[in-house]
């Protein structure tokens, strides 16, 4: 099980938009460390979306932001178009027992 | 072109050893602390493990899962980093990607990522 919750799945038409949540707790993402959002395609390895909680990296487009308040954060998705269908995960860090460095379980978008 | 690049996957029986290297490029390599990350096929990713730089004193962390079992150490005259996993089981079938730390002021993430190398542990 992983120590960041999200769902594991959303789906969307295209141009609509779609958020996926990532839900920590007080020892990791509510403690304010910082989120990052991954987005893996198929057979290949993940890259980075999103880092430090609401910043693209360049060369990602601006329909895709992220947001944290509180012991969660946030991926939207705006303007869905086919080659976003992938696998999301966010990752931060976690000053409990468990590894310090955490993902959450991934999520699959699909695109109607 | 910044670029990591792993090798050293393969079949291995419940128990035994073997040891991924990851070869770096593009990037000053000694000065970064490198990561090691898993993934079991239709899985979600693990973090498995770090080390960091010589200025660092390559100090190493690993999760609970590997700790005593797999061990991460690093070569800077060759640009490359190592896991060798011992007393491997069954579940440390995965693909496991090796990656480096990008920095932005505050912020650090993983990133760039090496390709995966699979390592299956079955009988």
């Known amino acids: 099980q992983s120590v960041l919750t999200q769902p594991p799945s959303v789906s969307g038409a295209p141009g609509q938009r779609v958020t996926i949540s990532c839900t920590g707790s007080n020892s990791n993402i509510g403690a304010g460390f910082d989120v990052h959002w991954y987005q893996q395609l198929p057979g290949t390895a993940p890259k980075v979306l999103i880092y430090g909680n609401n910043n693209r990296p360049s060369g990602v487009p601006d329909r895709f932001s992220g947001s944290k308040s509180g012991t969660s954060a946030s991926l939207a998705i705006t303007g869905l178009q086919a080659e976003d269908e992938a696998h999301y995960y966010c990752?931060?860090?976690?000053?409990?027992?468990?590894?310090?460095?955490?993902f959450g379980g991934g999520t699959k978008l699909t695109v109607l | 072109e910044v670029q990591l690049v792993e090798s050293g996957g393969g079949l291995v029986q419940p128990g035994g050893s073997l040891k991924l290297s990851c070869a770096a490029s593009g990037f000053i390599f000694s000065g970064s602390a490198v990561h090691w990350v898993r993934q079991v096929a239709g899985k979600g990713l693990e973090w498995v493990g770090r080390i960091r730089s010589k200025a660092k004193n390559y100090a190493t962390v690993y999760d609970p899962s590997v700790k005593g079992r797999f061990t991460i150490s690093r070569d800077d005259s060759k640009n490359t980093t190592y896991l060798q996993m011992n007393s491997l089981k069954i579940e440390d079938t995965a693909i496991y990607y090796c990656?480096?730390?990008?920095?932005?002021?505050?912020?650090?993430?993983?990133?760039?990522w090496g390709q995966g190398a699979l390592v299956i542990v079955s009988s």
């Open positions: 990752q931060s860090y976690d000053n409990s027992l468990s590894g310090p460095w955490v």
């Open positions: 990656t480096g730390v990008a920095v932005i002021g505050a912020y650090s993430w993983f990133d760039p």
